[in-house]
């Protein structure tokens, strides 16, 4: 692998990240539990959407093929997009959202603080808007998972539930491919062992304050950044993709 | 030809469609105008990534530029550096309250870094006595707020 194809890979990774948790944030939209929290993950979906456009746009200008942010959003299959199953997986209740959000932004912010140091000055301008961003999302969603572990019986039990849950695809998150391995190397990228610690030490300060177990570490899923996913990606791309699959080429 | 301080003024007629009342050089999105030979260029820079709002205010300037006759101009988008509310203009700031819209504080100010909010002068009736109701608001660069005082509730710009 050139470095070249990796940092295309790397960068397509972060945007699908991105793009599918934004587009299942976006699923509560008109849903939420109260009207704030409803405007608050449009919100939060709004910010990821435009992290995406900014990587994905890039992304093309790597490949060199033409491709558009919208060519990669709306015309790859599942088994192309690259993103960690976490993402992927149906919004379910509020607390399982809260506590997604909660374990993908402990990893977010730490990953664009690290970003805004990159070599690759690219990566470096889009970090520098996003961790403003990225800091309300993990400030958000650890209040809410300690207001939820915290709060009544039935809100803590749910909040437990999702956190084991989860916790299996945890784990893919801090499992460099070659393609992260390769721009480890070079400081374009951080290491994934020096986010995970940094991970770690968010999970335990918030799931303490929470009053909540972190699980043990067990089996962990895997298969996201090669293109295997769970049965779930697959519906959710054909609702984002209807448009464009039955229009193709649609603009308005 | 006209000059850097022209097409200036003529851009002041671009407003953010989210503050009507605020200029897209009040808000900091404006980050240069450059003569080269015949040819405009303007810089702008997003506020949020995900900002809607930033494909019209694109649209305004080149709008503007045509309507005032210039046909030769590059409108050019930038990431960095990052916007910051810092950048919103003294004469911004004092729109945006009029508006009923709570200035943001300083980026320098300890407080807003630790997350902990400053206190937010209600808009309409002056007093600090207000409550954050939630960190999102209206649009994605606002929180919402309610004066205890008045009863009103309101938008802060929040730092960023
Ligand atoms: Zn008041």
Partial sequence: MTREEALFRAVLRMGDNNLVLGHRLSEWCGHGPVLEEDIAQTNIALDLIGQTRNLLTYAGELEGKGRSEDDLAYLRGEREYLNVQLVELPKADYAFTIARSFLYDAFHLPLQQALTESRDEHLKAIAGKAVKEVTYHLRHSSEWLIRFGDGTEESHRRAQEAVDELWRYTGELFVPDEAEELLAKDGTLPKLTDLKAEWSATVDRVLNEATLKRPADGWMAGGGKKGVHTEHLGPMLAEMQILQRTFPGVEW | ?160
């Fill in chain 2, 1 to 160: 030809m006209r000059s850097v301080a022209e097409i200036e003024a003529l851009l002041e007629e671009v407003k953010d469609p989210e503050i009507p009342v605020i200029s897209i050089r009040d808000l900091g999105v404006l980050r240069g105008i450059e003569l080269i030979g015949n040819s405009v260029e303007v810089t702008i820079t997003p506020t949020y990534s995900g900002c809607p709002a930033m494909d019209m205010m694109r649209a305004g300037v080149e709008d503007a530029l045509r309507k005032a006759g210039i046909r030769d101009f590059k409108v050019k988008q930038v990431l960095s550096p990052a916007w910051t509310t810092d950048w919103i203009s003294a004469e911004g700031r004092r729109k945006l309250l009029e508006y009923g819209i709570a200035p943001p504080p300083h980026s320098a100010d300890i407080r807003a870094l630790k997350g902990k909010s400053p206190a937010v002068a209600c808009p309409q009736c002056g007093s600090t006595d207000t409550e954050l109701l939630s960190r999102f608001g209206s649009t994605a660069c606002k929180a919402l707020y309610q004066c205890k005082a008045c009863k009103e509730p309101f938008d802060q710009f929040k730092c960023h």
